[in-house]
């Protein structure tokens, strides 16, 4: 079994490499990627740089280069449900691209012919997070996760994303993560913590909280791979 986790930001796995602790790094097409065995099965680790593209690129690049037959996402998200908190713990069960937009030709917005504008994520993988949460003692909420190429500071524009796509949670990379591994039928599994409420102070609350909120995903998603080990 060769198990994926990706990052968006070098914050998001840097706890990852670190519990691992020794790793393969090779470079492939522009992006560094750690190769490890962690009790008996294989990793592929690496963060893709922020954003749709480059997480698509990632995520196809994991799967299709180096073979792995499962992904999971850890890093941060904004807050757009009022009860998630700095902090807290968001599991996607489905994934959309709030930027999507071809309204001008009668569609929904995050919808283009052929696609959805929902994908949904592993439902035995977040079936198995319950379990994980209990054994950390951590809640951790299910929801509706928005993507999109904007970093939202915004009230209004935050407001219309969770309106719109009734979501709770919106970051960078998921949705199109979520298309790569839909199209190519592997099990996903995309895990935030909130860094920030994605309102005026946003980007202050991020570079606060970033580090330690990556750190508390980072945490939950490798316990998800203890017992995907098991
Ligand atoms: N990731 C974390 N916070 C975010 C925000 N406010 N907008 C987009 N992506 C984010």
Redesign the pocket.
Known sequence: MKIAIMGAMPEEISPILEKIGSYKTTNYAGNKYYEASYKGIDLIIAYSK?GKVFSTLTAATMIEHFGAQKLLFS????AISPTLKVGDLIVATKLSQHDLDITAFGHPYGYVPEGAVFIEADKQMIEMSKDVAKSMGKIVQEGIIAT?D????NEDR?NWIGATFNADA???EGGSVAVVCNALNIPFFIL?A??????MD??F??DEF?QTSAKESAEFVMNMVDKLAD
Not at 75 to 78: E, F, L, P
Not at 194 to 199: K, L, N, Q, R
């Open positions: 922020i890093g941060v998200a904004g999109g904007q970093f939202v500071a935050k919106l970051e960078m935030r909130i860094s920030d409420a994605a309102d946003a980007s609350s991020f970033l």
